[in-house]
């Protein structure tokens, strides 16, 4: 399988997105959507929910044991009229305003990351959470910041695993939404997976190096990373918006 130099860079994205999320249980899509879609917007949403999904496999696997999907379930049950929403939403939106809707959604995750909002992990926020992951996971392919605000106060460990249940569980009604719409072209899902390796080789990463990020949280290094990105992908979808007038 040859590789050319951009799906080398978007490699790369992945494992760096996959690493991250392996370690801190988010971080995937919100790394990684603005990036890939610099690169070639046709990856988002499909291709990243595609590959988050494969994440939450090797993620779920590699704990071995049951899948922790009690506590997520109203964040589970909120998600699918949530999917519906967003891919009725994506339906309506131009290639540059959905750039503008990414770049904005990242945006606004990295900042209410900063704790600005203390939620706790009850029944009535997990469910609020959850349908919003389903409308911004499937409009933008960034589902994971409303489920990191419920979740920032719980352990990492617990993190992990009932986010990659909540993951596993969704993420396939998000690109059922995607097919109705006829969004989800075989081509792009051709090049996810080109980019599976990357997941794999991610994952792989984060179980060699768990024991010391659990003692070093990266999570200031993602979100500003995440921001950049982010900003990025405003001033080009603005750029490409005014071009187009």
């Given at each position: 399988?040859?590789?050319?130099?951009?799906?080398?860079?978007?490699?790369?994205?992945?494992?760096?997105?996959?690493?991250?999320?392996?370690?801190?249980?988010?971080?995937?899509?919100?790394?990684?959507?603005?990036?890939?879609?610099?690169l070639?917007?046709?990856?988002?949403?499909?291709?990243?929910?595609?590959?988050?999904?494969?994440?939450?496999?090797?993620?779920?696997?590699?704990?071995?044991?049951?899948?922790?999907?009690?506590?997520?379930?109203?964040?589970?049950?909120?998600?699918?009229?949530?999917?519906?929403?967003?891919?009725?939403?994506?339906?309506?939106?131009?290639?540059?305003?959905l750039g503008l809707l990414l770049g904005a959604s990242v945006l606004l995750a990295v900042l209410s990351s900063y704790r600005w909002l203390a939620l706790r992990c009850s029944p009535r926020n997990l469910a609020i959470a959850g349908f919003c992951s389903g409308l911004m996971g499937t409009a933008t392919a960034v589902g994971g910041p409303p489920m990191a605000l419920v979740y920032q106060d719980r352990a990492a460990a617990e993190t992990r695993a009932e986010l990659a249940a909540f993951f596993l569980l969704t993420t396939p009604v998000s690109l059922l939404a995607l097919l109705y719409q006829g969004r989800l072209p075989l081509d792009h899902l051709l090049?996810?997976?080109?980019?599976?390796?990357?997941?794999?080789a991610g994952y792989g990463l984060a179980l060699?190096?768990?024991?010391?990020?659990?003692?070093?949280?990266?999570?200031?290094?993602?979100l500003?990373?995440?921001?950049?990105?982010?900003?990025?992908?405003?001033?080009?979808?603005?750029w490409r918006l005014a071009a187009q007038r």
């Open positions: 399988m040859s590789y050319s130099a951009l799906e080398c860079l978007a490699l790369l994205i992945v494992l760096g997105g996959c690493l991250v999320q392996a370690l801190l249980g988010i971080g995937f899509a919100l790394l990684a959507a603005p990036l890939l879609y610099l070639d917007p046709g990856y988002v949403p499909g291709s990243v929910l595609l590959l988050g999904f494969l994440l939450a496999c090797c993620m779920l696997l590699g704990e071995r044991r049951a899948p922790a999907w009690r506590r997520p379930l109203p964040a589970i049950l909120a998600r699918l009229p949530g999917a519906w929403c967003g891919g009725l939403l994506l339906g309506l939106l131009p290639g540059a305003w090049d996810s997976l080109k980019l599976a390796p990357g997941v794999l060699a190096l768990r024991g010391r990020f659990d003692r070093h949280n990266p999570r200031r290094l993602l500003l990373l995440a921001m950049l990105a982010a900003v990025g992908l405003l001033l080009l979808s603005l």
